[in-house]
C-alpha cells in the first residue's frame, strides 16, 4: 500500500537564514519536481539519493523563490521513505508559501510528530530513541543535550536490550521446565535464575537513579521560594531570572499571589513560585496566597527559605524551618550587603546547605548555584551513561524492577518455578514496551501527539 506523501515546515515558525520544507512518502520526489526546477533540467522523480539541486520554486506560472532541494531515497532518509527537503529563505511568508506549493502539488500537511513517527514505523529508530528527539529539541543545557543524543544514539536500548536478552534466556529454560516437569532444573537452574534476576535489577536501579539526578537537567524542578515576609524573596526571584518580574516593596505581605517563572541557574531548569510569605494572618486576601504558599511548598521538589541576615530570627522564621524539615531544601540568608545581625545556628540545625547571599547585589550567587548542583545531585549525574527520557520510560523500567522483585521473592520462597517464569515473562514485557516493540498504538500515537509538527 503506497504511503500518503506528508509536508511541513521543519524550521521555526520565525524569519530566519533558511526554512525548510520537508516532503515525505512514496510520492515525495514526483511532488517536489511539480514545484522545484533544477538549473540543472534534471527530473527529481528520477534523482538519485543523497543529491542537492540548486534551482527555483514555482506555484503555479510563477517563481516564488530560489532553493536548494535536497533528496534522499528510502530506507535511507529519517523516515525511511522517499524524502525531498527544500531549503529556501526563511522568511514566515516566503516557507509559507513554498509549503502552500507543495501542498497545492499532492501533499497533505503532516500532523505534529509524523515524520519521527513514520521514522519509528518503518524501523529507523525504537521508541526510546524517538521520545529522545524531542528532549534533545528541548534540552536548555549542555549536559540534556548530551544525554538526550545519547539515548538517540540507541545507549539506553542498548542497556536495555541486554537486561531483556538475560530474562528471555531465563524465560526460555524456565519455559522448558514448565513443558518438561520432571526434567530436574530446580537444583542446577535457581541460581542461575537468581544470578540473573540480581544483575537485571542493579541496571535497572541504576538506569532509574541516574534519571532521577538528570531530572533536575532534563524535566526542570518545581521550585518555591518560602520566608516571612520582607526577608526578600521576590529579590531572590529577581536574581535568579535576571530581570524584574514580581513587585518589589517595602510593605510586609506585598507579593500575595504565585508568580510562576522558569529561569536556568547553571544547567539545572527551576519552575520557581515566588509565593506569598508563610505566616498568620487575618487578612482575607493574603490569607489565600498564604494557603496557595502552603499547598506549593508539600508538592515542591526544591525549598528555597530566605531569612533576613540583617535582622534577628523570629518566630515566624521559625515556622519556616519547620515546614522545610525532610524536604529537599536550600537555606539563603539573604542581605549579606548589610551588617550581620542573625544567630545562624538554628538555620543550621535546621538545613543541610546554607549559603549568605545579597539577592540585591548578586554577590553568593556562584555559591548557591554550587549548593544547587549537590543538593539536587546534578554533580552526580553522567549523561553518557544509559539515561531514561522521560515518566513513560520510567514508569517501564519501574514496572520490569518490580516483577523482577516478585521474581526474586518467589524464588527465595520455594514457589514453584512457573510463578517464577511469569514474573521474568512480565518484566519482559515492560522492557519491550519502553523501546516500543510491544507499546499500544493509543500509547505510540499519545507519545507524537506531543511533538512539534515538522519534526
Ligand atoms: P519579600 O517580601 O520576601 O518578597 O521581599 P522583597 O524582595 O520585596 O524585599 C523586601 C525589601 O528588602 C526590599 O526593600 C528589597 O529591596 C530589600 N532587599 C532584598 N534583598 C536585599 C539584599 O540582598 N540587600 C539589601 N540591602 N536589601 C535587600
Not at 526542570?220 to 526577608?231: E, L, W
Not at 534577628?312 to 542581605?335: S, Y
Amino acid at each position: 500500500m503506497k504511503s500518503k506523501t506528508i509536508a511541513a515546515v521543519a524550521t521555526p515558525n520565525a524569519p530566519g537564514g533558511i526554512g525548510i520544507i520537508r516532503i515525505s512518502g512514496d510520492e515525495a520526489l514526483e511532488i517536489a519536481g511539480k514545484v522545484f526546477e533544477p538549473v540543472s533540467g534534471e527530473n527529481l522523480s528520477r534523482s538519485k539519493g543523497y543529491r542537492a539541486y540548486f534551482g527555483s520554486v514555482r506555484q503555479g506560472d510563477e517563481k516564488i523563490d530560489q532553493a536548494v532541494c535536497l533528496i534522499y531515497r528510502a530506507p535511507h532518509s529519517y523516515t525511511g521513505e522517499n524524502v525531498a527537503e527544500i531549503n529556501c529563505h526563511g522568511g514566515l511568508f516566503v516557507t509559507k508559501q513554498v509549503l502552500r506549493a507543495v501542498i497545492e502539488a499532492g501533499a497533505e500537511p503532516a500532523a505534529p510528530g509524523e515524520f519521527t513517527k513514520r521514522a519509528f514505523l518503518n524501523g529507523k529508530m525504537d521508541l526510546a530513541g524517538s521520545e529522545s528527539v524531542m528532549s534533545l529539541i528541548s534540552a536548555s543545557g549542555k549536559k540534556a543535550a548530551a544525554a538526550a543524543l545519547n539515548t538517540l544514539e540507541g545507549n539506553l536500548s542498548g542497556k536495555i536490550k541486554e537486561c531483556r536478552d538475560k530474562l528471555i534466556s531465563v524465560s526460555a529454560s524456565l519455559a522448558v521446565w514448565v513443558d518438561y516437569p520432571d526434567e530436574d532444573i530446580e537444583e542446577t537452574g535457581s541460581e542461575e535464575i537468581m544470578n540473573c534476576f540480581t544483575a537485571v535489577k542493579a541496571e535497572l536501579e541504576q538506569i532509574i537513579s541516574r534519571y532521577d539526578s538528570g531530572k533536575a537537567l532534563t524535566r526542570g524542578v518545581d521550585t518555591v521560594i518560602a520566608g516571612k515576609p520582607n526577608v526578600g524573596k521576590s529579590t531572590v526571584m529577581n536574581m535568579l531570572s535576571g530581570y524584574q518580574r514580581s513587585i518589589v516593596t517595602d510593605v510586609a505581605g506585598t507579593t500575595r499571589d504565585v508568580v510562576e517563572e522558569e529561569v536556568l541557574v547553571g544547567d539545572i531548569i527551576l519552575r520557581i513560585a515566588d509565593t506569598a510569605g508563610i505566616r498568620e494572618t487575618d487578612n482575607t486576601v493574603e490569607k489565600i496566597g498564604v494557603d496557595l504558599a502552603e499547598k506549593r511548598l508539600d508538592r515542591a521538589d526544591l525549598v528555597i527559605a530566605v531569612f533576613d541576615g540583617n535582622l534577628p530570627v523570629t518566630d515566624e522564621d521559625r515556622a519556616v524551618i519547620e515546614r522545610c524539615k525532610g524536604k529537599t531544601a536550600i537555606a539563603l540568608i539573604n542581605k549579606s550587603d548589610l551588617p550581620a545581625v542573625i544567630d545562624k545556628a538554628p538555620i543550621e540545625e535546621g538545613f543541610d546547605t546554607v549559603v549568605e547571599i545579597s539577592a540585591a547585589t548578586g554577590e553568593g550567587r556562584q555559591a548557591f548555584e554550587q549548593a544547587l548542583e549537590k543538593v539536587l545531585m546534578t554533580d552526580e549525574f553522567d549523561p553518557y551513561g544509559a539515561c531514561l527520557t522521560g515518566e513513560r520510560q520510567r514508569e517501564c523500567c519501574r514496572r520490569a524492577l518490580q516483577f523482577i522483585d516478585e521474581g526474586i521473592a518467589a524464588l527465595k520462597g520455594g514457589v514453584t518455578l512457573d510463578a517464577v517464569n511469569v514474573c521474568a515473562d512480565c518484566a519482559i514485557d515492560s522492557l519491550f514496551e519502553l523501546t516500543g516493540e510491544k507499546a499500544s498504538a493509543a500509547v505510540v500515537d499519545e507519545i507524537f501527539s506531543k511533538f512539534c509538527v515538522g519534526k
